[in-house]
């Protein structure tokens, strides 16, 4: 139910992808931004927010160029708001959610919260391994997740995490 596996996100070909992002839909890291590349133009002039998203919301659009059909963005800072476990807590589970009401069966999810002065992988790593855990334990969907790393340590990180809270 869920993999861990060292990918380039762009790549992804499942339902959706869980994009951590700003309250304005910014990226939130270097990987995120290549992302949004791979989206395309004509995908970020479709994001039009008539004022900032709150953080801990998430939010489904489609994914322009990528091969995934969805991106659901997880808000997990803004200008006035840092990146704190909580808000990451928050915006996954409000994405899990979006997973849920829209009946989405795959997806892919980069560590959360991550970049300079934000959470450690550590960190963002068991949070996100505690709310997949409550989530799944009940939940129909998502059906598979994939937990998409940067690095092979993060991967081991993001294993190990996933291995003391999620049961098989």
């Known amino acids: 139910m869920i993999e861990v ?8 070909a499942g ?3 869980v994009r951590p992002a700003t309250a304005t839909f910014d990226a939130t890291t270097p990987l995120l931004r290549r992302l949004e590349v791979a989206a395309g133009q004509k995908w970020r002039d479709q994001l039009v ?4 998203l709150a953080v801990g919301s998430a939010v489904v659009t489609g994914a322009g160029e990528l091969p995934t059909q969805l991106l659901v963005h ?3 800072c803004s200008a006035t708001e840092r990146v704190t476990r909580e808000s990451v807590r928050r915006a996954l589970r409000s994405a899990l959610e979006r997973v849920l009401s829209w009946q989405i069966a795959e997806i892919a999810i980069p560590p959360l919260g991550l970049g300079a002065g934000n959470l450690d992988i550590d960190e963002s790593a068991e949070l996100m391994a505690d709310e997949l855990a409550r989530h799944l334990a009940t939940a129909a969907f998502p059906k598979r997740v994939t937990l998409i790393a940067e690095t092979p340590d993060e991967a081991l990180t993001l294993e190990g995490a996933v291995a003391r809270r ?3």
């Open 49 to 52: 927010l008539a004022e900032p």
């Open 5 to 12: 596996r060292v990918e380039d996100l762009a790549f992804y």
């Open 166 to 168: 999620v049961q098989p």
């Open 74 to 76: 997880a808000i997990v």
């Open 15 to 17: 339902e959706a992808i």
